[in-house]
C-alpha cells in the first residue's frame, strides 16, 4: 500500500467546515482513497472512499487532487460528537492481491471546540 | 450499531487462562478480519476470513487461534497470553475481502494479568 501523510493533530470551530489533509504522493493508479474515524473507545467507522472523483455523502466530502497524490475530507458542519482519530488509507480493490488490506496509520486527532 | 456485535466486552485472564472471544455480524458478509489495538499504536491487523476460508495471518503467535465456522461468526481462542497481549480486539466484516467497507465491532477491552 501507499503510504500517506496526515497532520498529527488540529482543533476545530463547531458549526464550522472542517477540512483534513491527506498526502499520498506515492498512490497507484488502482488504489482507492479511504476515510475511517474512531471515536474514543470505539471501533473504526467508515465515512467515505473515491478513485478520482470527488465524492460527497451523508457524512462527509472527499476531494481528490488531479494528480492523485493529495486529498482532503471535509465535515462540512462539524460538531462536538465528530471529535475522533481520522485515518487516510489507501489500498486496491482487488481480492487476494497484496495491497487490499486496510493499514492504519497514526491518523489525526481533531478536537472540535465548542 | 454497526451490525458486528462482540462478546465480551471486557474481558481480565491470567497468562494460565483459555478464553475465547466471539465476533457475530448480521450483515451478510462474507469476509471477516481481527485487529489488535494496543495503547498509542496504530491498528494492527491480525487474520482476515473470506467464504470461511483464512486468507491471511499477519505473523501472529500460535496462542492466538481464531476460528470462522461459518460466515456470521469468528472466534479468537486466547490461551498462554503475556501482560503485552493486552489491548482492545477489533472484529469487523466486509462483503468480501475486496471490499474496503469495513464495519467494526465496539472491540473488546482485554487485559492480561
Known amino acids: 500500500d501507499a503510504k500517506t501523510t496526515q497532520p498529527t493533530s488540529m482543533d476545530c470551530a463547531e458549526g464550522r467546515a472542517a477540512n483534513l489533509p491527506c498526502n499520498h504522493s506515492?498512490?497507484?493508479?488502482?488504489?482507492?482513497v479511504y476515510w475511517y474515524r474512531q471515536i474514543h473507545s470505539q471501533g473504526p467507522q467508515y465515512i467515505i472512499h473515491g478513485l478520482k472523483n470527488n465524492e460527497t455523502n451523508e457524512m462527509a466530502s472527499l476531494i481528490i487532487t488531479e494528480d492523485r497524490k493529495s486529498s482532503t475530507l471535509i465535515l462540512p458542519h462539524a460538531t462536538l460528537r465528530d471529535t475522533a482519530v481520522y485515518y487516510c488509507i489507501v489500498r486496491v480493490a482487488e481480492q487476494r492481491a497484496a495491497g487490499n488490506k486496510l493499514t492504519f496509520g497514526g491518523g489525526t486527532r481533531v478536537l472540535v471546540k465548542p | 450499531e454497526t451490525g458486528v456485535t462482540q462478546t465480551p466486552r471486557h474481558l481480565v485472564m491470567g497468562m494460565t487462562n483459555k478464553k475465547s472471544l466471539k465476533c457475530e455480524q448480521h450483515l451478510g458478509h462474507n469476509a471477516m478480519y481481527w485487529y489488535k489495538q494496543s495503547a498509542k499504536k496504530p491498528l494492527e491487523l491480525m487474520f482476515v476470513y473470506n467464504f470461511k476460508e483464512q486468507t491471511e495471518n499477519n505473523s501472529v503467535p500460535s496462542r492466538f487461534s481464531p476460528e470462522c465456522p461459518n460466515s456470521s461468526h469468528l472466534f479468537l481462542h486466547l490461551h498462554t497470553l503475556q501482560p503485552e497481549d493486552s489491548a482492545l480486539y477489533l472484529c469487523?466484516?466486509?462483503?468480501?475481502?475486496?471490499?474496503?467497507?469495513?464495519?467494526f465491532g465496539p472491540g473488546t477491552r482485554l487485559t492480561v494479568l
Open positions: 506515492t498512490i497507484s493508479g488502482n488504489e482507492y
Open positions: 469487523a466484516s466486509s462483503q468480501d475481502s475486496a471490499a474496503g467497507k469495513q464495519f
